[in-house]
């Protein structure tokens, strides 16, 4: 009797297979791209990029693009979702969605509660990141296939990766991390953004993969939120910049002046810290210490002697100084705190935090900015001095 007990309680933990379905019955959406619909007053329009499985099978077919897009309007996301089965001829799968692409229009229309299917959903995961497409529309950007990655899914990700170990603009952010700071007190959003360096020549997919110059999906400054609202752009070093201040740089390139040419300091480690004082007027504090390397000069300097070193690193300061306030100076201009200085009161001040966070935006856009930096050089290169053409 106790083995017949025994033998019912492990079939009833072995979970069932009602939910099996095989490789060439699944369509896999790896990405969603969401655009204002062309069609429904306030409703979406939505891209679903869907990756045909069976080509992921050791025995599978590896012949043409492995990925479709299909499109759908609908007033709402889920809505969508279960219209684009009209057209999609597999059992949509949403579990491993990896990268969810917003259109600028409907970013500065405001995002509003675009997320909540996202995270109400018992499919997807909300560890994929989010970006803005720039200029153009969602479905453009996940139209692309370029000769190097197999997919525009793999592209965005890859790109974005890449770019913030090399220069630091494209740090990704996960759609649990935009929720939070959209319920959050005293930090805005700041999302990374992505374009097509051009257009299609061609809309044969084939000519773009075998053209020397092809269209490809370029990383593009970081979009500043109010609210929910997509209101102005970082671009180039100012979004570097942004990334500086909250810490999120691996490592990053600063050219400085040389005499009548350049030299290059890379950054090997860096870290920001912020700071709220109030007396005698409210000021927002960044301290960034960072260690850097010389990896190119153009000029003759003797790096031999510490007090040209000394000196190059005073340079470098003030650079990154006048950098980072010029960059703290245009969120302030939005009227958007997408640095948290706000939340970093709270924490160092709550009673004052309780009594003016309504009118925080205000109090820091006029607030003063006072930027600390400590830059040290540990590493000339493998060459003390430049060589010299004869």
Known sequence: ?????????????????????????????IAMGIDVSQDIDNGYRVTFQV????????????????VSNYTAEAVTLVDAYRRASNIIPRYNDVTHLSLVVISE?????????????????????STFPVFIARGTSAENVLGVVEPLESNPTKSVGSTSENNQKIYGI???????????????????????GIKLNKKLTSKNQNDNIN???PSVIEVSGLAIFKKDKLVSW???????NANLILSEIDTTSFPLPCKEKNMTLITKRSKGTMKTLLKPIPTLQV???????????????????KKVLTDIEKDLEKEIIRQVQRTIQ??????????????????ENPRYWKKHKKEWNTIFSKAKVEVNVKASINDSGLVTNPYEPK
């Open 1 to 29: 009797m106790r083995k017949l007990v025994a033998l019912l309680f492990i079939l009833m933990l072995i979970p069932g297979c009602s939910n099996y379905r095989e490789l060439n019955q699944l369509g896999l959406v």
């Open 51 to 66: 990756i045909n499985p069976s080509q992921l099978s050791p025995t599978g077919v590896s012949t043409g693009i492995p």
């Open 105 to 125: 229009e409907l970013a500065r229309k405001g995002t509003g509660l675009v997320f909540d299917a996202f995270e109400r959903g018992k499919q997807a995961k």
């Open 170 to 192: 494209s740090k990704t952010t996960p759609l649990h991390e935009v929720i939070a700071t959209l319920s959050s007190e005293g930090k805005d959003l700041l999302l990374p």
């Open 211 to 213: 053209n020397i110059k």
């Open 234 to 240: 970082y671009d180039g070093e100012m979004a570097r």
């Open 287 to 305: 301290n960034i210490a960072i260690n850097t390397e010389i990896s190119e000069m153009n000029c003759t300097k003797d790096l031999t002697d």
């Open 330 to 347: 245009i969120s302030q201009g939005s009227g958007t705190d997408v640095f948290g200085f706000g939340s970093t009161l709270s924490k």
